[in-house]
């Protein structure tokens, strides 16, 4: 079941397919242009909204998922947030752990 086409014969694509077919296309373009690491989980609400920015404003980005199971403790994230809360940007060398802070950033360094 499709979206409604102007054009009778012409198929198009349901919302879900455009977003998941815009994120692999973001995910291979990061590959040519690393620049930001999301650190993520997908149940955390935080995470996702900031997920969601990214892909509207079509940034490329680097998503690093994390288990609730621990991982959030090891030293490798706790250097990078010392807060053990799952969501966390890192831009070079600026990193952001806030999601409402990260999104004020992302929207603006990447004005639409």
Not at 35 to 53: D, F, Q
Not at 60 to 72: K, M
Request: hydrophobic share 45%; net charge neutral.
């Amino acid at each position: 079941m499709g979206c409604r086409s102007p054009f009778p014969n012409t198929p198009t694509l349901p919302n879900y397919v455009k977003s998941r077919h815009l994120a692999a296309k973001l995910v291979v373009s990061f590959e040519k242009n690393p620049m930001l690491k999301l650190y993520y989980n997908p149940i955390s609400l935080n995470s996702r909204r900031v997920w969601v920015a990214l892909l509207e404003k079509q940034v490329a980005f680097e998503p690093i998922a994390l288990n609730l199971d621990g991982d959030q403790f090891a030293p490798d994230f706790l250097a990078i947030n010392p807060f053990h809360r799952i969501q966390a940007l890192v831009d070079g060398d600026l990193t952001l752990v806030e999601s409402l802070a990260i999104l004020h950033c992302i929207d603006a360094k990447y004005q639409t």
